[in-house]
């Protein structure tokens, strides 16, 4: 399991090399090479895609899957509200939130049922995706960039989920929540100038 979770690993950080994208059309690259850095950038969303696998893999299965695949799903949804122009209030604060919540849920151990954990990872993610869906360079080919802002999603879910299997040794326990405890700490950086 840990293998193959380290082979996903290696493939999401190859995923971007510019070499394997040179000769392709530039309106596709563009959108899609945008689309998959614009995640990585991003403290505030690394941060919240990094928690969503933690928690997901503190909560163990099924949510260690189903909570890292909600996410970039309703993540495109929120993309595809940004793109056409409906407006969520809030975006970035959501987004802030989202971070210290999920680190929350990480330092605190907090299980609630699927279906909540489920609901609340849904709901960050509409902040996320509109985000992105917004932020679309005007050239950019929509759909590729999309197709690179989920494949994004998907690799930091990975690293935190890998990161989250260190709640299996005793020692690891205190590792994760101070990494959930640093979430939130980004969280609040982000927050707070979203305040005045």
Do not use: K
């Amino acid at each position: 399991m840990q293998n193959r979770l380290l082979v996903l690993l290696l493939l999401c950080l190859l995923l971007p090399s510019p070499l394997a994208w040179a000769h392709i059309d530039d309106g596709i690259a563009g959108g899609f090479i945008s689309g998959l850095v614009h995640p990585v950038f991003g403290l505030d969303h690394v941060a919240a895609m990094v928690a969503v696998g933690l928690w997901g893999a503190q909560l163990g299965n099924p949510a260690l899957w189903i909570l890292p695949v909600v996410f970039p799903l309703v993540m495109a949804l929120g993309g595809v509200l940004g793109v056409v122009g409906v407006p969520v209030p809030g975006v970035e604060v959501g987004i802030a939130i989202s971070a210290i919540a999920l680190g929350a849920m990480v330092v605190f151990s907090i299980r609630p049922p699927l279906w909540v954990a489920g609901l609340l990872v849904g709901l960050f993610a509409i902040f996320h995706g509109h985000a992105h869906g917004t932020e679309l360079p005007d050239a950019a080919n929509p759909i590729a960039y999309a197709v690179g802002f989920v494949i994004a999603t998907g690799c930091l879910h990975l690293v935190g989920i890998l990161f989250g299997l260190l709640n299996s040794s005793p020692r690891g326990v205190p590792v994760i929540r101070i990494g959930g405890l640093a979430i939130m700490v980004t969280g609040l950086l982000f927050l707070t100038p979203q305040l005045y």
